[in-house]
């Protein structure tokens, strides 16, 4: 650490990226949001958009922070990193910023970028995408189960259930689903493509958060995956948003079967 601290200091660009991008992302991150703000500014200035976009796709910061650090860089580099951030992490940074903010960077934006990023802001109310968590374990099917264990404990605090690991490819398209059972009972040793199940139920991100509880009560799931069209892994819905589905929907169904209004509009003055 003390030698990149160095390398910056010194302005020795080369030297810095070499021994920063060893670092995994997360590591990047950390480092990146010690440093003081005239650190951070040559650092951006040493990095690619698309190299900043791996550490922001790892910060976990408040929404002041977001709005300190974007604001020392350059719009235009702003709006590239975000494009080139995971959709849904992009969304939840610029959902941390003004309207005019938001549409600004999303103009400067390359299209196909910001059409991404646009389609995860608003979910529209009662569907999956409003109800569904982006912190879920994502796994590669090219890698050992003792490696996807690693993974397992060090995303388990901030993961909202550590019970399914889910394995993406390289476009992070999900391809399959394990256990914590199934990990915890599998050699060390094994390939994941080789002890997953691969066919496996998800929701899409439009659809009907009824249909969503219905598919989790039907298969017993304590946790679905919810993709795009493209089958790419935006999201999960646990049980426990799902059991507050199932209660609204209830307390609705059972008004319409005693022929009196729903609670909410009886209270309407
Ligand atoms: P069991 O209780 O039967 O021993 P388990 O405790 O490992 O299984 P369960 O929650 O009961 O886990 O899940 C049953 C099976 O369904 C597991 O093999 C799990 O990998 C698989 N599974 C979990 N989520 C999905 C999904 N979305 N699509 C398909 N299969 C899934
Ligand atoms: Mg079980």
Redesign the pocket.
């Known amino acids: 650490m003390e030698h990149i601290v160095q390398a910056l200091y010194d302005e020795k660009m080369e030297e810095f990226r070499k021994q920063f991008l060893k670092l995994h992302p997360y590591d990047r991150a950390k480092f990146y949001v010690e440093q003081s703000p005239e650190v951070r500014k040559r650092m951006y200035e040493y990095l690619s958009p698309a190299e900043m976009a791996e550490i922001f796709d790892h910060l976990d910061i408040e929404e002041e922070e977001y709005k300190t650090y974007l604001s020392e860089m350059d719009p235009l580099f702003v709006a590239q990193m975000l494009g080139h951030m995971y959709a849904d992490n992009a969304a939840d940074v610029l959902n941390e910023l003004d309207k005019n903010e938001v549409a600004n960077y999303l103009t400067i934006m390359d299209d196909e970028a910001a059409k991404d990023i646009q389609g995860l802001l608003h979910y529209k109310e009662y569907t999956a995408g409003s109800i569904m968590t982006t912190e879920y374990i994502a796994i590669h099917t090219n890698q050992t189960v003792r490696s996807a264990m690693h993974i397992l404990k060090r995303e388990a605090a901030n993961a909202e259930t550590i019970?399914?690991l889910y394995v993406v490819n390289e476009q992070r398209q999900l391809v399959g689903?394990?256990?914590l059972?199934?990990l915890l009972t599998s050699d060390d040793d094994a390939m994941i493509y080789d002890v997953m199940?691969d066919?496996?139920?998800?929701v899409l991100v439009d659809e009907d958060q009824e249909d969503v509880a219905r598919k989790m009560q039907n298969y017993?799931?304590?946790?679905?995956?919810v993709v795009d069209a493209d089958n790419h892994l935006l999201g999960i819905i646990t049980v426990d948003d799902i059991v507050d589905v199932i209660s609204e929907e209830a307390t609705d169904d059972y008004s319409k079967l005693a022929g009196v209004p729903d609670v909410d509009i009886q209270y309407t003055p």
């Open positions: 019970y399914y689903v394990l256990s059972r199934e199940n066919q496996v139920v998800s017993d799931f304590l946790a679905l995956p």
